[in-house]
């Protein structure tokens, strides 16, 4: 099993930074793809990036590649998602995931840390 823990949410202006992090523990994580996803209220989860953690592999989705950057410090375990210029429809509930690279989908999830943007 695997173990995930978020960090960084909070309160920014339109414009601003915010770097999140997710601890990871548990076995074989370098066997594992990483993902950062988010929920607004009313809306359906939205996967924002995720990282191969062997490789670094990244892939984004499209709305956010051009200011979200994945990243893993595996010094840490720790993946994180750095975000800029956020704007006040970044508001949401940011989740980590994590899954073993030979299944499908995300099978492990940190409690999620909320990231508000105002305007």
């Known amino acids: 099993q695997v173990q995930l823990v978020e960090s960084g949410g909070g309160l920014v202006e339109a414009g601003a930074s915010l770097r999140l992090s997710c601890v990871a523990s548990g076995p074989n994580l370098r066997n594992t793809r990483m993902g950062w996803f988010r929920q607004s209220p009313g809306k359906e989860r939205q996967f924002l990036a995720r990282i191969t953690w062997l490789e670094e592999s990244t892939i984004y989705e499209n709305s956010v590649k051009d200011r979200f950057t994945i990243s893993i410090d595996k010094a840490k375990n720790t993946v994180n998602l750095q975000m800029i210029r956020l704007r006040p429809e970044d508001t949401a509930v940011y989740y980590c995931?994590?899954?073993?690279?030979?299944?499908?989908?995300?099978?492990?999830w940190g409690q999620g840390t909320q990231v508000t943007v105002s305007s």
């Open positions: 995931a994590a899954a073993y690279t030979q299944t499908t989908g995300y099978n492990f």
